[in-house]
């Protein structure tokens, strides 16, 4: 049994909303690089360079990579051995997210109830996810997820027969429907199969997946290259503005689901696409 003190989550949530609100993530970096080596669009080869500009600005003034800081979404994988102490662990994750929020000088962007919608001035409660796996660790993913994005995401409850076409018009249709609202070029998270609530975490923690990586499953990873393919044919480009750079990454996870059903959840992000990993 290992023994932790909540105060070493709290510290880390803090350090990490801020790292991923100032700096963009390395394998976001190099994918965007690449998109301005393979735009074919002049003005979208443009906006490329304009967005490089301002992820350079950002991480050397230590200012956001954008307005919106997003809500803050954390996965924390707990160890089975692992005993926290000095008190809640949910407490704890909130504390570091508030402090976070106010020393990194990020926007404060979470109402207290949807409908009153008065401005919790602190950024909490953040949306937390928990799993627990073997062992005496405990993984943090931190994902401050903006609303552009948020907002042109989707689930579509197909039926089996449906099949993997049946997934692919969908992936198309939520990326064409959502166009230049989700700040492209995006990273589309795709979750296949679960429930209704399963299919759309999944599509949430596929972004969280380094840009470039694949799954395992080899339909699943024809899919992704697929549809990166076939989305950045689509022609949305940067900024909505046209050109061959829609998408950076398509992230497809899995999950076995029911006879009668076949859920597909779409999480896209823009081309920040916010996310940072630790083990403590």
Same mark, same amino acid.
């Given at each position: 049994?290992?023994?932790?003190?909540?105060?070493? +989550?709290? &510290? @880390?949530? !803090?350090?990490?909303?801020?790292?991923?609100? $100032? %700096?963009?993530?390395?394998?976001? =970096?190099?994918?965007?690089?690449?998109?301005?080596?393979?735009?074919?669009?002049?003005?979208?080869?443009?906006?490329?360079?304009?967005?490089?500009?301002?992820?350079?600005?950002?991480?050397?003034?230590?200012?956001?990579?954008?307005?919106?800081?997003?809500?803050?979404?954390?996965?924390?994988?707990?160890?089975?051995?692992?005993?926290?102490?000095?008190?809640?662990?949910?407490?704890?994750?909130?504390?570091?997210?508030?402090?976070?929020?106010?020393?990194?000088?990020?926007?404060?962007?979470?109402?207290?109830?949807?409908? +009153?919608? &008065? @401005?919790? !001035?602190?950024?909490?409660?953040?949306?937390? $996810? %928990?799993?627990?796996?073997?062992? =005496?660790?405990?993984?943090?993913?931190?994902?401050?997820?903006?609303?552009?994005?948020?907002?042109?995401?989707?689930?579509?409850?197909?039926?089996?027969?449906?099949?993997?076409?049946?997934?692919?018009?969908?992936?198309?249709?939520?990326?064409?429907?959502?166009?230049?609202?989700?700040?492209?070029?995006?990273?589309?998270?795709?979750?296949?199969?679960?429930?209704?609530?399963?299919?759309?975490?999944?599509?949430?923690?596929?972004?969280?997946?380094?840009?470039?990586?694949?799954?395992?499953?080899?339909?699943?990873?024809?899919?992704? &290259?697929?549809?990166?393919?076939?989305?950045?044919?689509?022609?949305?480009?940067?900024?909505?503005?046209?050109?061959?750079?829609?998408?950076?990454?398509?992230?497809?996870?899995?999950?076995?689901?029911?006879?009668?059903?076949?859920?597909?959840?779409?999480?896209?992000?823009?081309?920040?696409?916010?996310?940072?990993?630790?083990?403590?």
């Amino acid at each position: 049994m290992r023994t932790i003190d909540v105060s070493e +989550i709290t &510290e @880390n949530i !803090k350090e990490m909303c801020m790292e991923a609100n $100032h %700096y963009l993530s390395k394998d976001m =970096d190099n994918e965007m690089k690449k998109a301005v080596e393979t735009e074919e669009s002049p003005l979208g080869k443009q906006i490329l360079l304009q967005l490089q500009e301002n992820l350079q600005i950002a991480a050397e003034d230590r200012i956001p990579i954008c307005q919106d800081t997003g809500m803050a979404v954390i996965f924390i994988e707990i160890g089975q051995d692992v005993h926290f102490v000095g008190g809640i662990l949910e407490d704890a994750i909130n504390e570091g997210v508030r402090q976070g929020y106010k020393e990194g000088y990020l926007r404060k962007s979470v109402v207290g109830d949807p409908i +009153i919608r &008065e @401005n919790t !001035k602190d950024n909490t409660p953040a949306i937390v $996810h %928990y799993s627990i796996i073997k062992g =005496d660790k405990v993984k943090i993913k931190v994902a401050p997820k903006g609303f552009g994005s948020e907002n042109m995401s989707r689930v579509f409850m197909l039926k089996p027969a449906d099949g993997i076409e049946g997934v692919k018009n969908a992936i198309l249709t939520a990326v064409r429907d959502a166009g230049p609202n989700a700040c492209p070029p995006m990273v589309v998270g795709v979750g296949i199969g679960g429930t209704f609530e399963k299919c759309a975490l999944m599509a949430k923690e596929a972004l969280t997946r380094e840009a470039g990586a694949h799954s395992d499953i080899p339909w699943a990873r024809e899919l992704e &290259e697929e549809m990166l393919d076939k989305i950045n044919k689509l022609g949305i480009g940067p900024g909505g503005l046209g050109g061959t750079t829609t998408a950076l990454a398509v992230n497809v996870n899995t999950y076995p689901t029911h006879i009668a059903g076949l859920p597909v959840g779409i999480n896209i992000c823009c081309h920040v696409n916010r996310h940072i990993i630790r083990e403590v």
